[in-house]
């Protein structure tokens, strides 16, 4: 930034001093450098004579709030909806299931003024506050500084084009044009960036954000826990009864089409062997 006001400084130095040569070479009417420098101190000091003028503080507030409550989904329903009654809005949200019940997070944007209000609503729908957490940050320091700073960079661009005109009249190099035009995007990036922030703080401002945190509470467990289902149990049986039946199916196919065979075969082949064997024995024997 500084080195971006000492371009400017010698930007109108130099104007200055041009204006200077053409008076001594040309015309004796035209403004004195003096005259010219006295005219950019009080452009300078009206800009910054607003400054001194006392404005209202600008806090942005914000809170965190842990809450266990009877029904998570229902309880984030009627939040929601008591921000849109109170001219806020529901900013995010967040709902899943754990162990068989519904856990939720969201997020809420409320006028700054009735954070308080907000507050106090939200626990009369909870069993209990496990946490809650109230923030405030001042940023009235930040906002004046912007402000002064959009006002010498306005001022600063006006001088600027100012002197864009000037060198256009006198038919100067396309370089310098050129140069004053890139000061004076600068310049123009600078404001509007410093207006954007400006802005944000004035939402941040008017509006305070409210997270919540909603856990259910351990009474509105169900009866039957998820460590034991009966109807699943039932389906699991199921399963490992059919299981075995078709493993023993199998094994009597297997048996019937494969295993019968083969031993069919070596029963055959047995008795054709003990045949012969009886048979040399009789031969033997006479």
Do not use: T
């Given at each position: 930034m500084k080195r971006r006001n000492v371009w400017l400084l010698i930007a109108i130095l130099a104007f200055s001093c041009k204006n200077e040569r053409m008076e001594l070479a040309s015309t004796a009417d035209a403004p004195a450098p003096a005259a010219q420098i006295q005219r950019v101190a009080s452009v300078a000091t009206d800009t910054a004579a607003p400054a001194a003028t006392a404005m209202p503080r600008m806090i942005i507030r914000s809170a965190q709030m842990s809450l266990v409550v009877g029904d998570a989904a229902a309880t984030a329903d009627k939040l929601g909806a008591l921000a849109t009654s109170i001219g806020g809005y529901l900013s995010?949200?967040?709902?899943w299931r754990e162990q068989e019940q519904v856990r939720a997070t969201l997020t809420l944007r409320v006028p700054a003024q009735r954070l308080d209000e907000t507050l106090a609503a939200a626990r009369k729908l909870a069993v209990r506050v496990e946490s809650e957490t109230v923030d405030s940050s001042?940023?009235?320091?930040?906002?004046?500084?912007?402000?002064?700073?959009?006002?010498?960079?306005?001022a600063a661009e006006n001088e600027m084009r100012q002197l864009m005109v000037n060198v256009r009249q006198r038919m100067e190099k396309a370089e310098d044009i050129l140069e004053i035009y890139k000061h004076l995007t600068e310049l123009r990036g600078q404001i509007?960036?410093?207006?954007?922030?400006?802005?944000a703080i004035s939402q941040l401002t008017a509006l305070a954000t409210i997270k919540f945190e909603l856990i259910p509470d351990a009474v509105a467990k169900p009866v039957v826990t998820p460590g034991w289902q009966p109807v699943a149990v039932a389906r699991d049986a199921g399963r490992k009864l059919v299981g075995t039946l078709q493993g023993l199916a199998t094994v009597a196919i297997w048996c019937a089409i494969y295993l019968l065979p083969v031993?069919?075969?070596?029963?055959?082949?047995?008795?054709?062997?003990?045949a012969a064997v009886l048979a040399v024995r009789r031969r033997v024997v006479r």
């Open positions: 995010d949200a967040k709902q001042d940023v009235s320091q930040e906002y004046v500084d912007l402000e002064s700073q959009v006002r010498n960079l306005e509007e960036q410093a207006k954007g922030r400006m802005r031993a069919g075969l070596f029963v055959v082949a047995a008795l054709v062997v003990r």
